[in-house]
């Protein structure tokens, strides 16, 4: 059973950074797509940021040029570093494994950004 644990989420203030980790537990992590998104209240979930097999990335488009996924695959770890942080990043951010017949989530770590 797969599963994906966030963490690196808290409170920051606005132009500062923070840096999400999502270990995974299950097999054959460096086969599979990740990707983080966010919800905030009262919103729809969206994807943030993208990471295929080959280390190709795509990004939300508000997010680009401040926030970096990368993936470990010795470590079975995806991360989302963000910088230059906003309060409208303000959100519960999830990562998730694209796998054959459903995806996997991880948990959520909350991340607010607030003076």
């Known amino acids: 059973q797969l599963q994906l644990v966030e963490s690196g989420g808290g409170l920051v203030q606005p132009g500062g950074s923070l840096r999400l980790s999502c270990a995974a537990s299950?097999?054959?992590?460096?086969?599979?797509?990740m990707g983080w998104y966010r919800q905030a209240p009262g919103k729809q979930r969206e994807l943030v940021a993208r990471?295929?097999?080959?280390?190709?990335?795509s990004y939300l488009d508000s997010v680009k040029g401040r926030f970096t996924i990368s993936r470990d695959n010795a470590k079975n770890t995806v991360y989302l570093q963000m910088n230059s942080l906003k309060p409208e990043d303000t959100a519960v951010y999830y990562c998730?494994?694209?796998?054959?017949?459903?995806?996997?989530w991880g948990q959520g770590t909350q991340v607010t950004v607030s003076s």
């Open positions: 998730k494994q694209e796998r054959l017949g459903r995806d996997y």
């Open positions: 990471i295929i097999v080959s280390g190709s990335t």
């Open positions: 299950g097999s054959m992590f460096s086969a599979y797509a």
